[in-house]
């Protein structure tokens, strides 16, 4: 996708607009939707801090469904190959794509007992991390209460949303 300035994205049509951007919050086309309503925006932050305001607006179930949409960092759905493309260069770009049999087994390791502890999948956001801070943030986390994590989720799916809309709007 070519990256658009800020008055491109003003001046798309809401359909237009969650077309181009309904992907930023991963499968939850719902988030753009919101966040056009917000428009004109008069920077790309006021751009991103839409889409967290959508978000923290939401409903604690929709929060909740939003955080269940992504996938596990080097999980199950990265092997079958099903990643929103998105999803799949941000975890390659962390290294996720090129584990070791004991770093696979460690994230599978901990991708379940995550799981086990929170009902949703660990959120990271990987733009610019590695293996090692991804697993250290992992071996931190677990420890956390679930209402503790549960915003840290919300927090590290904000962060994903800052790293998708720099990807795609100048600034």
């Excluded at 770093?103 to 610019?128: C, H, M, S, W």
């Excluded at 801070?133 to 994903?160: D, H, K, S």
Aim: glycine share 6%; no cysteine.
């Amino acid at each position: 996708m070519p990256t658009l300035n800020i008055d491109a994205v003003n001046q798309l049509s809401t359909g237009d607009f969650v077309a181009a951007f309904g992907d930023v919050a991963e499968h939850s086309p719902w988030v753009a939707e919101l966040a056009a309503a917000g428009r004109p925006f008069a920077s790309r932050e006021a751009f991103v801090e839409a889409f967290v305001a959508a978000v923290a607006a939401a409903p604690h179930e929709a929060q909740l469904a939003l955080i269940r949409a992504h996938p596990d960092l080097a999980g199950k759905a990265a092997m079958r190959g099903d990643l929103t493309a998105d999803s799949l260069n941000e975890q390659a770009g962390a290294g996720l794509g090129s584990l070791t049999a004991e770093e696979f087994a460690r994230f599978t390791v901990l991708n379940e007992a995550y799981q086990t502890r929170f009902d949703f999948p660990f959120i990271f956001a990987v733009k610019g991390a590695t293996k090692s801070m991804i697993l250290g943030a992992f071996e931190e986390r677990i420890r956390n209460t679930p209402e503790i994590e549960f915003a840290t989720a919300l927090t590290q799916v904000g962060r994903i949303f800052r790293f998708r809309i720099e990807d795609r709007v100048a600034p």
